[in-house]
């Protein structure tokens, strides 16, 4: 199926440092949400955006919802080993009764100390 | 409470062998999903419910069959399965409120198919 764009596909980084990742869609979504999921487990939700330019936070994590509504990106502030694992990104359409995701391919985030 | 839940966690099982992945959550949410995912890759849509009835089939062979008993719970049968569809089973379920819906989740059942 369908997968976005999603960039950079992997980052090694230190502890402390800042962290951007981002989406891009050739189609409109309705919604974009984060997700970051560890080794064998489900995907957890981090941040949903619902309108186009709304910019949202939750702790050290801050999206936004590009204008065109083809775009999205992630910030971590201050990263630390927790943060380790795989960060997806997703646009949503809402059809009839149910909604559909697209996923992002995956961002693959290390952090070192 | 956003809470999905799924049993096995893990599960080994032959090319003839019939089993069953279960998922259960009680958040009132009217809409549940079956997500397929292999290693490094993101999940893949296979089936959703709304108001347990089916209402998406992403062109998913037949050994797979889900079911949804009431609005609480999504069983996925599994009979006469290929080595190659050893993967992550993933469960979310959504509610709609106001045209925003959010998926939610489970912690999925590692499947092996010997």
């Known amino acids: 199926g369908q997968q976005l764009n999603q960039s950079p596909q992997s980052m090694f980084i230190q502890e402390g440092e800042d962290v951007s990742m981002n989406c891009t869609s050739s189609?409109?979504?309705?919604?974009w949400l984060w997700y970051k999921q560890d080794p064998g487990e489900g995907p957890v939700l981090l941040i949903a955006l619902y309108k186009a330019g709304e910019l949202t936070s939750n702790g050290r994590l801050t999206a936004q919802f590009g204008i065109t509504r083809k775009d999205s990106f992630l910030n971590i502030s201050a990263s630390i080993p927790s943060d380790v694992g795989i960060y997806f990104c997703a646009g949503q359409l809402i059809t009839g009764t149910a909604s559909k995701l697209t996923f992002g391919t995956g961002t693959r985030l290390q952090v070192t100390l | 409470d956003t809470e999905v839940t799924q049993t096995p966690k893990h599960l080994v099982m032959g090319m003839t062998n019939k089993k069953s992945l279960k998922c259960e959550q009680h958040m009132g949410h009217r809409a549940m999903y079956w997500y397929k995912q292999k290693a490094k890759k993101p999940p893949e849509l296979m089936f959703v419910?709304?108001?347990?009835?089916?209402?998406i089939n992403e062109s998913v062979p037949s050994r797979f069959s889900p079911e949804c008993p009431n609005s609480s719970l999504l069983n996925l049968h599994l009979h006469a399965l290929q080595p190659e569809d050893s993967a992550l089973y993933l469960c979310?379920?959504?509610?709609?409120?106001?045209?925003?819906?959010?998926?939610?989740f489970g912690p999925g059942t590692r499947l092996l198919v010997l």
């Open positions: 189609s409109i979504f309705n919604t």
């Open positions: 979310a379920s959504s509610r709609r409120e106001r045209m925003r819906e959010t998926q939610y």
């Open positions: 419910y709304s108001y347990e009835k089916l209402s």
